[in-house]
């Protein structure tokens, strides 16, 4: 009889116990909570791939475009180039016109403008040919007058400067005359191209052929 007391005071107290935890959980429920903070913190983990993205792909945009602007700036460097030709290389086109006196790479309306710049006095050519002076186009030719042999290279104006040299006047007309070697250099700047006269003959020589070169192939 007492065991039955005090088991049921024990289920009495459990039901308290549940009903005052069912109050509390109800109570509980009917309040406000601010989730504005969670919301943020889940947004920004859920974005913050994308934006990564973003800036992986500034990042590459970025870097691509300075190595355009760097090739932009190392490609004319490393190309060889030059804005004037060196005695050398005239005397070089020289001794290959001897050595290879064929003609080659020449329209005929270039042949014909170069036969006209010779002339009985100063000579006729023996041989043309084009030829490559720094990444421009020259014409060479080979002038005969007599038992001589002169060489001709003409370069068209403003493309590429002559050698610099001692300043030489005949009839009128200024001539530049350079030396290498063996190697007499005379040469006349007209309107449209300049022309070289070279060999082994006295400058003196060298300037009379040029200066009867005809004008109208300048």
């Known amino acids: 009889m007492a065991e039955q007391i005090r088991n049921s005071e024990c289920n009495s107290q459990q039901d308290g116990d549940n009903q005052a935890v069912a109050r509390r959980l109800a109570r509980l429920a009917t309040m406000p909570v601010d989730t504005t903070?969670?919301?943020c913190a889940l947004r920004e983990q859920?974005?913050?791939?994308?934006?990564?993205?973003g800036t992986w792909r500034i990042a590459v945009s970025g870097l691509v475009?300075?190595?355009?602007?760097?090739?932009?700036?190392?490609?004319?460097?490393?190309?060889?180039?030059?804005?004037?030709?060196?005695?050398?290389d005239l005397?070089?086109?020289?001794n290959h016109m001897l050595a290879s006196p064929m003609s080659g790479g020449m329209t005929d309306?270039?042949?014909?403008?170069?036969?006209?710049?010779?002339?009985p006095q100063a000579g006729?050519?023996?041989?043309?040919?084009?030829q490559t002076l720094h990444h421009h186009r020259v014409a060479c030719m080979l002038v005969k007058r007599g038992n001589q042999t002169?060489?001709?290279?003409?370069?068209?104006a403003g493309k590429l400067e002559y050698p610099q040299g001692q300043l030489r006047r005949l009839d009128g007309k200024s001539f530049i005359v350079q030396k290498t070697g063996q190697l007499n250099m005379v040469i006349q700047?007209?309107?449209?191209?300049?022309?070289?006269?070279?060999?082994?003959?006295?400058?003196?020589?060298l300037m009379l052929i040029a200066n009867q070169m005809h004008s109208s192939g300048r």
């Open 37 to 39: 903070g969670l919301d």
């Open 189 to 205: 700047s007209g309107s449209r191209h300049w022309i070289c006269v070279m060999g082994p003959q006295q400058v003196s020589k």
């Open 46 to 53: 859920i974005l913050a791939p994308k934006r990564n993205v």
């Open 124 to 130: 006729h050519m023996a041989n043309c040919c084009m």
């Open 65 to 88: 475009a300075a190595a355009v602007m760097l090739a932009a700036f190392l490609i004319p460097l490393m190309v060889p180039h030059s804005s004037r030709a060196s005695v050398n």
């Open 150 to 156: 002169v060489g001709v290279v003409v370069v068209p």
């Open 91 to 94: 005397s070089q086109i020289y």
């Open 109 to 119: 309306a270039q042949k014909n403008n170069l036969q006209r710049m010779c002339s």
